[in-house]
T-cell receptor, first 113, second 114 residues
Framework: DSGVTQTPKHLITATGQRVTLRCSPR?????VYWYQQSLDQGLQFLIQ???????AKGNILERFSAQQFPDLHSELNLSSLELGDSALYFC????????????FGPGTRLTVT | DQQVKQNSPSLSVQEGRISILNCDYT??????FLWYKKYPAEGPTFLIS?????DKNEDGRFTVFLNKSAKHLSLHIVPSQPGDSAVYFC?????????????FGTGTRLAVRP
């Protein structure tokens, strides 16, 4: 158990809908990262927040957005969903960011039908 | 553009033997490398890392070797155990120009036969 929690575990929704994925980092970790893993692909970095502020952005679609709240939990919002958005979405955290190991949650499996 | 490549999608080894997982990268700015292990229905778990100023790092049965001139790293597991059966991801970071993100390979599925 990494100490990072993600909810929900599974999500099935229809094209065009909007969903919110939630992540609680390890106690004391200020930095939260979101990654997407599509079928047979590596994890693709989406976005990072540090202590409530956006710090780094990857190839995140404009339909996707995220935020980190004062209690340090983070939410990833996915809107106007398409079939290709079906993937595993992982959240990771670490104490202060930087090129150090990140601790991953169990992921949310999103299926868009 | 796949900057981190794991060209072997799968590997099968006998219990007790050595497992060698390989990873190549193209971005010479990468300065920190990590290996993660992933079991089904779980998130990736950090295994071992190496800074670009080193060429070897060891932790128990796991050793990572870095060859910067060849832009190649490898993970050695000795001896391999059935519990090591998982997908292994290589990841790299370039703190100075790409911030804190990790760039992952596509993974190698290791099966350790009893």
């Amino acid at each position: 158990d990494s100490g990072v929690t993600q909810t929900p575990k599974h999500l099935i929704t229809a094209t065009g809908q909007r969903v919110t994925l939630r992540c609680s980092p390890r106690s004391g970790d200020l930095s939260v990262y979101w990654y997407q893993q599509s079928l047979d692909q590596g994890l693709q970095f989406l976005i990072q927040y540090y202590n409530g502020e956006e710090r780094a952005k990857g190839n995140i679609l404009e339909r996707f957005s995220a935020q980190q709240f004062p209690d340090l939990h983070s939410e990833l919002n996915l809107s106007s969903l398409e079939l290709g958005d079906s993937a595993l979405y992982f959240c990771a955290s670490n104490p202060s960011g930087g090129s150090y190991e990140q601790y991953f949650g169990p992921g949310t499996r999103l299926t868009v039908t | 553009d796949q900057q981190v490549k794991q060209n072997s999608p799968s590997l099968s080894v006998q219990e007790g033997r050595i497992s060698i997982l390989n990873c190549d990268y193209t971005n010479s700015m990468f300065d920190y490398f990590l290996w993660y292990k992933k079991y089904p229905a779980e998130g990736p778990t950090f295994l071992i890392s190496i800074s670009s100023i080193k060429d070897k790092n060891e932790d128990g049965r796991f050793t990572v070797f870095l060859n910067k001139s060849a832009k190649h790293l490898s993970l050695h597991i000795v001896p391999s155990q059935p519990g090591d059966s998982a997908v292994y991801f290589c990841a790299a970071s370039d703190l100075w120009s790409s911030g804190d993100k990790l760039t992952f390979g596509t993974g190698t599925r290791l099966a350790v036969r009893p």
